[in-house]
């Protein structure tokens, strides 16, 4: 009875501090704003405090923003305290001169410092507290590999084709597709590119209509054509809703951002959003033991499994690690960089392990050392094998196994990269040699009947892609395309 009577005591006198701190926190909070002094405030925040869908590192831009479009403070009326398991949530009243109060919820975490403050997320259009509906579906198509989706622009009545692309941290569109929409240039900036930057042609206040959605103010630039895409976005859709895209049906299914309760079985992932892009972690081991963790820009606009960054792979010293099946380049805007490439024994992301899947790794340069903001990508071959859901106001990632999620890998051979399509054929998928005269007759999509004695469907067993690979001679291909067969040695 002592010891309970003891513990009531200790609790009730815990919670009386934790009253008084967040007490203290809430005057200097009201001093903060009325000085309009950022520094003073910064102090009172929790590491993952954010402004609406922004990210920690953006809170002095966000709430300076907010400071110089407000009137002044007056004062600030504190109300009723909630206290949850981690949380404790107090009703407030900001009093601005000659303007009418404004409610809101100050949330403080454990460590009584501030979580959100709600009027603050309401100014960039976000409702914490609202119910989550679903207020659109989109149908997409895979196309050239990438997530294909009809949107319309400005007073355009054409439909262009953009690729949603999670590593774009706004929107692109090829000369031609920016014409047709009426896209008017108004400056230049500097666009960040895999190997670097390039100044690019910008363009402010456009619309974007997807779906029955309207997205107002969008910004653009301008990129030379690549592919049968009219241009790319992804951020776009992610700063605006929390995004659900399902690879089994097809679809990307949007909903408002509000107090969203996960009703799936996958473990949640929470990501960094510094740069503008979500970055996951991921373990990747490799044929000699190392293993080795890394910050991966979750990225469906790659048409690849992996890459590792110059800086990333020059730090462990990768390429001593891998064994090599190709050697290549990579192109972006301009930015050539060598790519040497092979599979490894093993990648983790969030308890989920895949074997033997292809990486790239890109070369280092000791005078374009600073560019990569992220050790990597993690591109769509792995991201497919899963429905995901981001929701940005949490900064995390669904990641649910499909259909498609043991699907074996793509690998390398003789200069080719092979994949089996959803039916267990094997596809020409990319041909790394181009110097090969044989495969100058040999287009992507064709497939692979034969190689050497094993029929395609014996390469599903691991053990007899490892023999083929270990076969040293030139090996003897019985390719269909089209409508023709043809038999060459590589």
């Known amino acids: 009875?002592?010891?309970?009577?003891?513990?009531?005591?200790?609790?009730?006198?815990?919670?009386?501090?934790?009253?008084?701190?967040?007490?203290?926190?809430?005057?200097?909070?009201?001093?903060?704003?009325?000085?309009?002094?950022?520094?003073?405030?910064?102090?009172?925040?929790?590491?993952?405090?954010?402004v609406g869908v922004g990210d920690s590192s953006s809170n002095e831009f966000y709430l300076n923003g907010i400071f110089n479009a407000l009137p002044a403070l007056d004062s600030l009326q504190i109300g009723k305290s909630v206290a949850s398991k981690n949380e404790t949530s107090v009703a407030v009243h900001f009093f601005f001169k000659g303007k009418d109060k404004k409610a809101s919820e100050i949330v403080f975490t454990e460590a009584n410092k501030i979580l959100y403050v709600t009027y603050f997320d309401k100014l960039y259009g976000v409702a914490r507290n609202a119910e989550v509906k679903k207020v659109a579906s989109i149908p997409f198509e895979i196309l050239e590999g990438g997530i294909a989706i009809k949107i319309k622009l400005n007073k355009s009545?054409?439909?262009?084709?953009?690729?949603?692309?999670?590593?774009?941290?706004?929107?692109?569109?090829?000369?031609?597709?920016?014409?047709?929409?009426?896209?008017?240039?108004?400056?230049?900036?500097?666009?960040?590119?895999?190997?670097?930057?390039?100044q690019v042609q910008y363009s402010a206040d456009n619309t974007i209509y997807i779906g029955d959605q309207v997205l107002k103010n969008q910004g653009l630039v301008i990129f030379p054509k690549s592919g049968a895409f009219d241009g790319l976005f992804g951020a776009n859709l992610l700063r605006n809703f929390i995004t659900r895209v399902n690879f089994d049906t097809k679809t990307i299914d949007l909903y408002n951002f509000g107090n969203y309760v996960y009703d799936g079985k996958a473990k949640p992932l929470v990501f960094d959003y510094k740069t503008g892009l979500p970055v996951v972690k991921?373990?990747?081991?490799?044929?000699?033991?190392?293993?080795?963790?890394?910050?991966?820009?979750f990225d469906t606009g790659a048409g690849y499994n992996l890459i590792a960054y110059g800086p990333f792979n020059h730090k462990h010293t990768l390429q001593n690690s891998l064994k090599t099946d190709y050697t290549s380049v990579n192109q972006s805007l301009g930015s050539?960089?060598?790519?040497?490439?092979?599979?490894?024994?093993?990648?983790?992301?969030?308890?989920?392990?895949?074997?033997?899947?292809?990486?790239?790794?890109?070369?280092?340069?000791?005078?374009?050392?600073?560019?990569?903001?992220?050790?990597?990508?993690?591109?769509?071959?792995?991201?497919?094998r899963f429905n995901f859901t981001i929701d940005l106001l949490h900064k995390t990632v669904y990641l649910e196994p499909n259909k498609s999620f043991r699907k074996p890998s793509s690998f390398y051979l003789s200069g080719i990269e092979l994949d089996f399509d959803d039916q267990n054929n094997l596809i020409i998928k990319k041909i790394v040699n181009s110097n090969n005269e044989d495969l100058k007759r040999v287009k992507t999509g064709a497939k692979v009947i034969q190689i050497n004695d094993f029929e395609a469907l014996d390469l599903l067993k691991p053990e007899n892609l490892k023999k083929l690979k270990e076969h040293k001679e030139a090996k003897d291909f019985i390719i269909e395309q089209g409508d023709q067969s043809m038999q060459i040695s590589i």
């Open 157 to 198: 009545d054409r439909e262009f084709i953009m690729q949603f692309d999670t590593g774009a941290d706004g929107m692109a569109l090829n000369p031609d597709s920016a014409y047709k929409a009426g896209v008017v240039v108004t400056k230049t900036k500097s666009a960040s590119v895999v190997g670097g930057s390039h």
């Open 336 to 384: 050539i960089t060598q790519i040497v490439g092979g599979a490894i024994p093993n990648t983790e992301i969030n308890g989920n392990n895949f074997p033997n899947v292809t990486i790239a790794l890109q070369e280092y340069q000791e005078n374009n050392k600073n560019w990569a903001s992220a050790d990597g990508s993690l591109g769509i071959e792995l991201i497919k």
């Open 1 to 50: 009875m002592k010891k309970f009577l003891l513990s009531a005591i200790l609790l009730s006198g815990l919670a009386v501090c934790a009253q008084d701190n967040i007490q203290k926190s809430l005057e200097t909070f009201e001093k903060a704003f009325q000085n309009k002094d950022y520094n003073s405030m910064k102090e009172l925040l929790a590491p993952q405090f954010t």
């Open 282 to 297: 991921m373990n990747l081991t490799f044929e000699d033991k190392k293993t080795v963790k890394g910050n991966f820009t």
